[in-house]
């Protein structure tokens, strides 16, 4: 499985970016499918995941900015971020599960600076 993210930049406090996370292979549509956030010196942490099914669970941090969906035609997840912070900059990294196995990309930067 490779997993291509794209979507990062560089956007002010309170805009709006979304990412893209495509996937190689056939089985996406039974993984379930997870955005973690890397910030600078700390370690990779959770911001959403989707499952196979649709149902999402969110970091409490992120719930009513950030929205992760999925097109299982387009072996595709998004995260849609909404009223960026400061804090949210970092690396953010897609993740693949299914059948007890996990795959990472390669991340994408989203910096939020004024």
């Known amino acids: 499985v490779q997993l291509q993210a794209s979507g990062g930049g560089l956007v002010q406090p309170g805009g709006s970016l979304r990412l893209s996370c495509a996937a190689s292979?056939?089985?996406?549509?039974?993984?379930?499918m997870g955005w973690y956030r890397q910030a600078p010196g700390k370690q990779r942490e959770l911001v959403a995941i989707?499952?196979?099914?649709?149902?999402?669970t969110y970091v409490d941090s992120y719930k009513g900015r950030f929205t992760i969906s999925r097109d299982n035609a387009k072996n595709t997840v998004y995260l849609q971020m909404n009223s960026l912070k400061p804090e949210d900059t970092g690396v953010y990294y897609c993740?693949?599960?299914?059948?007890?196995?996990?795959?990472w990309g390669q991340g994408t930067l989203v910096t939020v600076s004024s």
């Open positions: 993740n693949f599960r299914v059948a007890g196995l996990a795959y």
């Open positions: 989707i499952s196979s099914g649709g149902t999402t």
């Open positions: 292979g056939s089985r996406f549509s039974l993984a379930t």
